[in-house]
Structures are given as structure tokens and as C-alpha cells.
């Protein structure tokens, strides 16, 4: 689809409506001003003080640990439990499929009746999305455009989220969504705002700010061809099932366990799950957890369908290997843009490829257009280090 395609219709996936006050110390980041040149001094001090507040993280959890390798067996024993349970818990945080759109559509108000804008399209989990606003019976539609593989196989994305509309005086509008995509085009709400008061209380200098925060929660049909089976033609070579919503895989335990500190903690520590033939994990995606598997079985199974969902799952349970080819093929094969390249070092913590990017930011507008949607996608190390750079470019 190119950018200037309608964006097909679909039923409306409307669950709650509410009007909410956006924070007082929202920024938006339009440009990287020059006087930053001459403030050198003042924010390589500020630059130097949170590294220092970074650096005191690990000292903190060092002096921790000192102290409890002084507490007697029984308290060595119960910290070890809850070191597993920690282990678990951090990667059930990490487990969501999740991205942001935002765009800034400007000259809304010459909207005709049927008539659509687009923002550019973004790639996430293999998937081609965007946002869409459009006219329709003096209401303002929003929708998230989903374009899928082209390769004629049948594919499916479930998905929800929330859509997020800034207007004047500190107000915004959020509605919830969620639908089952099967075939391209926008799905969302007709109706979000009616017409004249999208003008009156959302338009300002005559564009409209919208955000889509959007959640995969389970997709088909959109990686490559699976290599190796996990089914029931390996319940004779396999001691475990893992179920994954509706999909079963069999594998072997203790295979699984020296490739993730996660499956170690879970399959050989103290959790019920270490006496169990089957268990359940939660809020993943069956086939990234196919793929993954695959790539800890040996078989060559990242691409660049496939590199993002197994990265997550690779960090998720800390996998080392995984990780690993992960991150060599970002940096030697993979053609996603430096955006979508630095988002994913920072967020599976790939620390060879956010330098990497680092490096190959060499205008200040590069530098521009690596900022993501969500900032809470770079960390503060990041953060800093990008300050670093828009300095050195100045």
C-alpha cells in the first residue's frame, strides 16, 4: 500500500470513551535547537551527573548482594527461591508485543466528505501499519491501517489498543479497540468525534496529533515457513509439553532449561511447574514461541520476519544464544531502518547494535528521525548518549 491509499473501512471495535487531562509536562520534540551549542558547558555537567546516578544503580544492588551473602543458609536458601521468582516475574513484564504510531495531520479542515489521510506506514512484527483519519457523515474516523504478507498465504493479527487524540486546553481523547485483522485495510472507529467538534476543541493552527498505542496479541500466517515441527510427531524424543494459548510443542526439559535462565528458574527451581509434564505459558505469540524454539534447536530460522518476536522472547527469558543470533543478523544482514534498528537494540538490550547505530547517525537529521513515537522506548543511557551526539553535531 502506499502511503496515499485510501484506507479500507471495517465494523467499529468501540469499547470505552473517555475524555482525560493529558500530563502538564507533556513535550513535544519538534526540533534540536542550536542554542544547545552554547549551553555546552551547563548539559555536559547535567550529561555527567546522570551517568553517575546510572553508575549508582549496580553499586546499589552489589552492596545488597554483600550483605545478604552474610545472612545464614536458611536465609541463602529463601533468597535463592525468590531470585527465581524474580527471574520469572521480570519476564512476564516483558511478554507484550506492543508499539506506538503518531502523527501529526495537518490541514484537516479541507477534509472532504470520504476523504482520508494517511501517516507514513511502519513495520512492526513483520506487520505494515499506520494511521488513517478520515471524514465520513461529518464525524472524524480513526483508524489503524494493517497490511499483511503479500505472499497469498491466509494470515491473521489479533490485536488491541487505544487511540489517543490531543486537543486544546490540555484534553485529550482515548478510546479502546480491538479486533481480529484478517485481510488489509483500517480498523477502528467511524465516529470518534463528530466533525465540528474535532474543530472546535482538537484542532490546533489546523492539525490534529493522534497516537495509536497498539498490541499484537496473536498472529498467523506472517513469518517465514516453519523448518522444524514441535508437534505431536515429537512426543517420543520430548519429556515436556509447553502450551502456548491453543498450540502445544514438545520439547525436552533440560534442554530448555541450559538455553534460559528463565525455563532454568521455572523448569528446575522451586515453582510447581518443576514437577509438571505440561505447562502453560502465558501472553506470548504460539509462532514467535515456534520460532524461537527453532533458533534454540539450531535450525536458521531468523529473518526479517521473524528477527523482532524472537528477540523479545530471547530477552524475555534471557537466552543467550538466541540473543546472540539475533543481534548478528541486525547487524550484518538485516535492511530496517536506523530507527527501527536502534528501537529494537534498546529494547531487547542488544548493546553491539545500539553502537552500531549510534555511529551511523552523522546529520542532525538523522538524529531527528530515530527519536521513536513512544520515548519510553529509550532508556536513559540512550537518551544521553543521543544528547551526547546532537552536541558533537552542533
Same mark, same amino acid.
Given at each position: 500500500?502506499?502511503?496515499?491509499?485510501?484506507?479500507?473501512?471495517?465494523?467499529?471495535?468501540?469499547?470505552?470513551?473517555?475524555?482525560?487531562?493529558?500530563?502538564?509536562?507533556?513535550?513535544? @520534540?519538534?526540533? &534540536?535547537?542550536?542554542?544547545?551549542?552554547?549551553?555546552?558547558?551547563? &548539559?555536559?555537567?547535567?550529561?555527567?551527573?546522570?551517568?553517575?546516578? @546510572?553508575?549508582?544503580?549496580?553499586? &546499589?544492588?552489589?552492596?545488597?548482594?554483600?550483605?545478604?551473602? *552474610?545472612?545464614?543458609?536458611?536465609?541463602?536458601?529463601?533468597?535463592?527461591?525468590?531470585?527465581?521468582?524474580?527471574?520469572?516475574?521480570?519476564?512476564?513484564?516483558?511478554?507484550?508485543?506492543?508499539?506506538?504510531?503518531?502523527?501529526?495531520?495537518?490541514?484537516?479542515?479541507?477534509?472532504?466528505?470520504?476523504?482520508?489521510?494517511?501517516?507514513?506506514?511502519?513495520?512492526?512484527?513483520?506487520?505494515?501499519?499506520?494511521?488513517?483519519?478520515?471524514?465520513?457523515?461529518?464525524?472524524?474516523?480513526?483508524?489503524?491501517? @494493517?497490511?499483511?504478507?503479500?505472499?497469498?498465504?491466509?494470515?491473521?493479527?489479533?490485536?488491541?489498543?487505544?487511540?489517543?487524540?490531543?486537543?486544546?486546553?490540555?484534553?485529550?481523547?482515548?478510546?479502546?479497540?480491538?479486533?481480529?485483522?484478517?485481510?488489509?485495510?483500517?480498523?477502528?472507529?467511524?465516529?470518534?468525534?463528530?466533525?465540528?467538534?474535532?474543530?472546535?476543541?482538537?484542532?490546533?493552527?489546523?492539525?490534529?496529533?493522534?497516537?495509536?498505542? /497498539?498490541?499484537?496479541?496473536?498472529?498467523?500466517?506472517?513469518?517465514?515457513?516453519?523448518?522444524?515441527?514441535?508437534?505431536?510427531?515429537?512426543?517420543?524424543?520430548?519429556?515436556?509439553?509447553?502450551? /502456548?494459548?491453543?498450540?502445544?510443542?514438545?520439547?525436552?526439559?533440560?534442554?530448555?532449561?541450559?538455553?534460559?535462565?528463565?525455563?532454568?528458574?521455572?523448569?528446575?527451581?522451586?515453582?510447581?511447574?518443576?514437577?509438571?509434564?505440561?505447562?502453560?505459558?502465558?501472553? @506470548?505469540?504460539?509462532?514467535?514461541?515456534?520460532?524461537?524454539?527453532?533458533?534454540?534447536?539450531?535450525?536458521?530460522? &531468523?529473518?526479517?520476519? *521473524?528477527?523482532?518476536?524472537?528477540?523479545?522472547?530471547?530477552?524475555?527469558?534471557?537466552?543467550?544464544?538466541?540473543?546472540?543470533?539475533?543481534? *548478528?543478523?541486525? #547487524?550484518?544482514?538485516?535492511?530496517?531502518?536506523?530507527?527501527?534498528?536502534?528501537?529494537?537494540?534498546?529494547?531487547?538490550?542488544?548493546?553491539?547494535?545500539?553502537?552500531?547505530?549510534?555511529?551511523?547517525?552523522?546529520?542532525?537529521?538523522?538524529?531527528?528521525?530515530? #527519536?521513536?513515537?513512544?520515548?519510553?522506548?529509550?532508556?536513559?543511557?540512550?537518551?544521553?548518549?543521543?544528547?551526547?551526539?546532537?552536541?558533537?553535531?552542533?
Amino acid at each position: 500500500m502506499s502511503n496515499n491509499d485510501n484506507t479500507a473501512d471495517s465494523s467499529d471495535n468501540s469499547q470505552n470513551d473517555s475524555t482525560v487531562k493529558t500530563p502538564g509536562n507533556l513535550i513535544e @520534540i519538534d526540533e &534540536i535547537k542550536p542554542t544547545l551549542k552554547r549551553k555546552l558547558d551547563e &548539559i555536559s555537567e547535567k550529561l555527567q551527573s546522570l551517568e553517575e546516578s @546510572i553508575s549508582k544503580i549496580p553499586k &546499589i544492588e552489589n552492596d545488597k548482594k554483600s550483605t545478604e551473602s *552474610t545472612q545464614n543458609e536458611a536465609d541463602s536458601s529463601k533468597s535463592s527461591s525468590n531470585s527465581n521468582e524474580s527471574t520469572v516475574s521480570k519476564a512476564i513484564q516483558k511478554s507484550e508485543k506492543r508499539f506506538v504510531l503518531k502523527h501529526v495531520f495537518k490541514n484537516v479542515e479541507k477534509l472532504g466528505e470520504g476523504e482520508c489521510n494517511n501517516s507514513d506506514w511502519e513495520n512492526h512484527f513483520n506487520v505494515d501499519s499506520c494511521i488513517s483519519i478520515k471524514r465520513l457523515d461529518d464525524h472524524l474516523a480513526c483508524l489503524v491501517g @494493517i497490511c499483511g504478507p503479500v505472499n497469498g498465504i491466509k494470515w491473521t493479527v489479533e490485536t488491541k489498543g487505544d487511540f489517543k487524540i490531543y486537543g486544546r486546553n490540555k484534553i485529550s481523547k482515548i478510546l479502546h479497540f480491538g479486533c481480529r485483522c484478517d485481510k488489509n485495510g483500517g480498523y477502528g472507529f467511524h465516529d470518534i468525534l463528530k466533525w465540528d467538534a474535532m474543530k472546535n476543541d482538537y484542532l490546533i493552527d489546523g492539525s490534529l496529533t493522534v497516537e495509536a498505542h /497498539v498490541q499484537f496479541i496473536e498472529t498467523s500466517g506472517i513469518g517465514k515457513e516453519k523448518i522444524r515441527e514441535f508437534d505431536e510427531s515429537q512426543q517420543d524424543v520430548s519429556d515436556l509439553v509447553v502450551s /502456548v494459548r491453543n498450540t502445544k510443542f514438545y520439547v525436552v526439559r533440560m534442554y530448555l532449561a541450559a538455553q534460559s535462565s528463565f525455563f532454568k528458574a521455572l523448569l528446575l527451581g522451586n515453582f510447581a511447574e518443576s514437577k509438571k509434564s505440561e505447562i502453560t505459558l502465558t501472553g @506470548i505469540d504460539p509462532s514467535d514461541f515456534h520460532y524461537f524454539l527453532e533458533v534454540l534447536y539450531g535450525e536458521i530460522a &531468523i529473518d526479517e520476519s *521473524t528477527v523482532e518476536g524472537v528477540a523479545l522472547l530471547a530477552d524475555m527469558y534471557d537466552s543467550p544464544t538466541a540473543i546472540r543470533r539475533c543481534e *548478528t543478523f541486525l #547487524l550484518n544482514e538485516s535492511e530496517k531502518s536506523l530507527k527501527k534498528k536502534l528501537q529494537m537494540a534498546t529494547r531487547y538490550h542488544l548493546e553491539n547494535l545500539k553502537e552500531k547505530c549510534l555511529e551511523e547517525i552523522k546529520t542532525v537529521a538523522e538524529l531527528r528521525s530515530v #527519536l521513536p513515537a513512544d520515548l519510553d522506548d529509550l532508556d536513559k543511557k540512550v537518551m544521553a548518549d543521543l544528547l551526547r551526539k546532537s552536541i558533537s553535531l552542533h
